[in-house]
């Protein structure tokens, strides 16, 4: 049986991904690039900057899609894809959509 669970609404979802291919798989994947201790990195600095019951952090092992120039991640609720390189870079994504009003 499925029942909802009350638990508040993000107003912001970041899936992360951090899939890891086997070395001898030559598809490029997001980790090492990006790994979980990079992701709890970013969970602690939304927990420090008031975000954390606003904007929702999950790693991913896989987002369905690989990009070979860099890490993937999604927003939602828009379900927009982007393609980053750094922790930091997330940072600046959340940080950009505060600013445009998008999680006043």
């Not at 970041?14 to 798989?25: A, D, Y």
Request: aromatic share 8%; charged share 20%; with cysteine.
């Amino acid at each position: 049986m499925i029942t909802t669970i009350s638990f508040p609404k993000p107003e912001l979802h970041l899936f992360v991904c951090i899939n890891e291919r086997p070395k001898e798989n030559p598809t490029p994947s997001c980790c090492p690039r990006i790994t979980p201790e990079g992701v709890t990195e970013l969970k602690k600095w939304l927990a420090q900057n008031g975000l954390a019951s606003r904007v929702y952090c999950t790693k991913a092992k896989c987002l369905g899609f690989c990009n070979p120039e860099s890490s993937v991640a999604v927003l939602y609720p828009e379900g927009i894809f982007f393609k980053y390189s750094t922790i930091d870079d997330l940072k600046k994504l959340i940080s950009q959509k505060i600013s445009e009003g998008s999680l006043l």
